[in-house]
Structure formats: structure tokens, C-alpha cells
């Protein structure tokens, strides 16, 4: 089982960059495909970004593809993601979330953080 606790979530305006942080308790986090999941008020959670344990691998969604960067530090047990040319529907409460393997479903992750609001302002 891994900790997560996601950081760096505030009120940004349209056009700002914002980059969130997940900072893993574990010494096993080396071994955990890493994803980046947001929900929106009255909508479901949705799938943003994700990577492999190495690195190697990525996956956006379409409506962040080319804006948001998914990256991580093994070596500090944390995996970000950078978001840049925000706009008003990127606002939601972004959670990390932890699996054993690469996947785009919420429901293939294990253990999830508590989240962080963004909101962008038009």
C-alpha cells in the first residue's frame, strides 16, 4: 500500500501554469504506475495523465494532450504534473492514485490521495 498526499492545487487565471505535486510514502514506490485523475463539480471522475514506473511511458487524455506534462523523481518518491495554458474547464479537485500496472481506468489504481482543488478563473 502506498500514501499519497497531492500538493500545489490554488486559483489560477485562464492562460496561467500550475504544477501539482504527490508526494508517496512507501519504500516500493519505484515499482507503482503513477496516474493524475480530476473531478469536476456533478461530474465523474475523469482520467488526465499517467506513467509507467520508469518513466518510459505516457498517456493523456485528449482534452490535456499538448498542455499537461506527467513526470516523476523516484529518487524522492513524488510525481507531478505540470499544467500550462490552463483554461476554466481544467478546474477540479486532481487527485494522484497508485496501480500496479499502466492504465487509463480509475478503477485499475489501488490507493488514491485526498486531492487538490485547481480552479481556473476566466
Known amino acids: 500500500q502506498v500514501q499519497l498526499v497531492e500538493s500545489g492545487g490554488r486559483l489560477v487565471q485562464a492562460g496561467d501554469s500550475l504544477r501539482l505535486s504527490c508526494a508517496a510514502s512507501?519504500?516500493?514506490?519505484?515499482?507503482?504506475?503513477m496516474g493524475w485523475f480530476r473531478q469536476a463539480p456533478g461530474k465523474e471522475r475523469e482520467f488526465v495523465a499517467s506513467?509507467?514506473?520508469?518513466?518510459?511511458?505516457?498517456y493523456y487524455a485528449d482534452s490535456v494532450r499538448g498542455r499537461f506534462t506527467i513526470s516523476r523523481d523516484n529518487a524522492v518518491n513524488t510525481v507531478y504534473l505540470q499544467m500550462n495554458s490552463l483554461k476554466p474547464e481544467d478546474t477540479a479537485v486532481y487527485y494522484c492514485?497508485?496501480?500496479?500496472?499502466?492504465?487509463?481506468?480509475?478503477?485499475?489504481?489501488?490507493?488514491w490521495g485526498q486531492g487538490t482543488q485547481v480552479t481556473v478563473s476566466s
Open positions: 492514485a497508485a496501480g500496479k500496472v499502466l492504465a487509463l481506468a480509475a478503477a485499475r489504481y489501488d490507493d
Open positions: 512507501g519504500h516500493t514506490f519505484s515499482m507503482y504506475a
Open positions: 506513467i509507467s514506473w520508469s518513466g518510459g511511458t505516457t
